[in-house]
Each structure stands twice: as C-alpha cells, then as structure tokens.
C-alpha cells in the first residue's frame, strides 16, 4: 500500500470509515500525543501547564457536547449541570469512601449519563427551542438540588463513535427524524442514547475539573458553563471532532488573552478600575459577537477555515 493519497486504496466499508484515512495520520497524530503527553509538561512553566490542563479537560467536555447538538441535533444549555452531577459524585465518593482516581472518574461519568438520560426523555416529544428551555429547566433544577441537599454537596461552600452504526443513527435523526423513523431507526432510543453519552463526557469533564481545582462548588457550573460550551462547538463547528478541539482551545485562550492585553495596553486608556469591571463583561461580548459570527459568515467554524487552509496547501502550487 502506497503512502502518497492518491496511492491508498481501501478493500472494505471499515476501512473508508476510519478515522484516519491515510497512514501517516495516524502516525502523526500518536506523535503529536506523545509530544503533549511527555515532552511539553517537562519544558513549559507551570502557568502553562495549567492553561493546558485547562484546554485538555474543555476538549473532552466540547466533544461530549458535539455529539448531542451537532450530530444529533438536540439542542442542550443544561451542559454545566451534568458537569456538576460528575463533579459531586466524585467529591462524594473521595471524601466519604476515599475512593481512587480510576473509580471516580467512570462513577461520575455514569451517574452524570443516568440523570442525563432522564433528561433526554422529553426529546421524543419535543426539539428546538421547547427542548432548549427543557435542558434549561435541568439546569435550574439540578442548580437547586445540589445547593439546598447538604447531602450531596456538603452546604453551599463546599472518538470513534461518530463512524460507527450508533454514530450514523444520530447523525439521520438529525439531518431528518421522520424518514430515519420511516427505515427503522429507533428514535427514541437513539436519542436517550445521545444525552446519555454527552451526559458522561460533561460527568467526566466535572471531574476533572475538580481534580484540577480540589473543590466541587456549584457555582463552578452554573448556566455560563453551559453557554461557554456551546461556544465551543459552534465557534470550532458542530459535526466535528476537530471542531470540539479547536472551539475548546480558541475558547479557554480568549478569555486569557483578552485580559493579558488589556492589563498590558489598557492602562494607557483606561484605569485600573475600569478594567477590572471591563474585562468580564467584555468576555461576554466577544463570545456574544463571536457566535452570531460564524453563525451567520461560517456555520462550520474554524474547523472549515482548517479544511480550505489543508486543501489549498494540498494542491499548492498547482491549484488547477
């Protein structure tokens, strides 16, 4: 088998669906890994590494959430509560049974998938915006739960899938429900399926990101978290798993640049006090115009903008 892309040629319907289409990515991508994995944490400072962390925990949170909205097409703002679900469970089960970390992250990911999958019952009746306000209403409550169940908070202060048969069900309810019914499609279970699945990766993400912090608060998933995600996904581009990871990098940078070059210029402008009020409030602005931006100019996000760079240096110089 020839390496050069016009050269492979593939013998069976798993090999056009994999992943990687051609060897040397999947080459590239274990080195790219490896490289992440081993090299980088030993070179850069440790404000670095925490800003990495950070990329890496929202990736696994932004992918969880693309597979229910943009695959499936089942709006969800409820994300930061499903996070939150995770990242209890498994302040519970350190705190009151001291359990290790191989236990606590699949325990919350699972308890965060079965309250998940209960939240996914209406979506066999409803979609878009009712569904929307449904996953809100989740939030909210889940919100409330945890802040007034001293039980399970403590008080106050306190991916392949997408190729595959499962993947390919998700993808026809949400190009056109009725005629996946029609060829058989068990919509309904499908759809439990999804949230279940975008529940346990949110379940996942708080986890870590209680790990990463040492302390599971409610405020930490509040409706924000929700909206930052769905920033991700459609900033990056939904029906993506490059999408999820670029929107989760462009996201958790945004917020760090804006503020390293407002504290480094903005002095010459404005007073201290002033930035300390701007610059949240400008976080949300970007995030604002940024969304209505690829909406309208990019519907696929940055991961379409990666796909004209790729294809033109694929053909350069010889673009005919």
């Known amino acids: 088998m020839f390496h050069r892309e016009s050269g492979v040629f593939k013998t069976s319907y798993a090999a056009d669906m994999a992943l990687y289409p051609l060897p040397i990515a999947k080459w590239a991508v274990a080195a790219f890994a490896g490289l992440f994995i081993v090299v980088v944490p030993l070179v850069l400072d440790e404000y670095y590494v925490s800003i990495l962390d950070l990329i890496l925990i929202a990736v696994v949170g932004a992918l969880g959430l693309n597979i229910l909205v943009g695959y499936t097409g089942q709006i969800s703002i409820g994300h930061g509560a499903f996070m939150s679900v995770g990242a209890y469970t498994a302040a519970n089960l350190v705190v009151h049974l001291g359990a290790p970390f191989w236990i606590t992250i699949p325990a919350g990911g699972l308890m965060a998938a079965l309250i998940g999958a209960v939240v996914g019952i209406p979506s066999l009746r409803i979609k878009g915006i009712y569904l929307a306000i449904a996953t809100l209403a989740a939030q909210l409550i889940i919100e409330w739960t945890i802040n007034h169940v001293p039980a399970i908070s403590g008080g106050v202060q306190a991916s392949i899938l997408v190729r595959s048969r ?50 599971a608060n409610y405020e ?3 409706i924000t978290v929700s909206i930052d995600y769905l920033a991700m996904i459609i900033i990056g581009g939904l029906g993506s798993i490059l999408g999820s990871i670029f929107g989760a990098i462009f996201v958790t940078l945004l917020p760090i640049v804006t503020r390293w070059f407002l504290e480094s210029f903005g002095g010459l402008i404005f007073s201290q006090a002033d930035l300390a009020n701007m610059i949240p409030n400008l976080r949300l602005i970007l995030f604002g115009s940024l969304i209505i931006f690829f909406l309208v100019v990019e519907p696929e996000g940055l991961n379409r903008l990666w796909r004209n760079i790729r294809n033109y240096f694929r053909v350069w110089p010889f673009s005919y």
């Open 166 to 215: 499962v993947g390919r069900a998700l993808v026809a309810i949400r190009d056109q429900d009725i005629a996946a019914e029609i060829i058989g499609i068990d919509i309904f279970r499908y759809k439990l399926v999804a949230f279940a699945i975008s529940s346990f990766y949110a379940g996942v993400t708080g986890v870590l990101y209680t790990y990463y912090l040492g302390i």
């Open 220 to 222: 930490q998933f509040q």
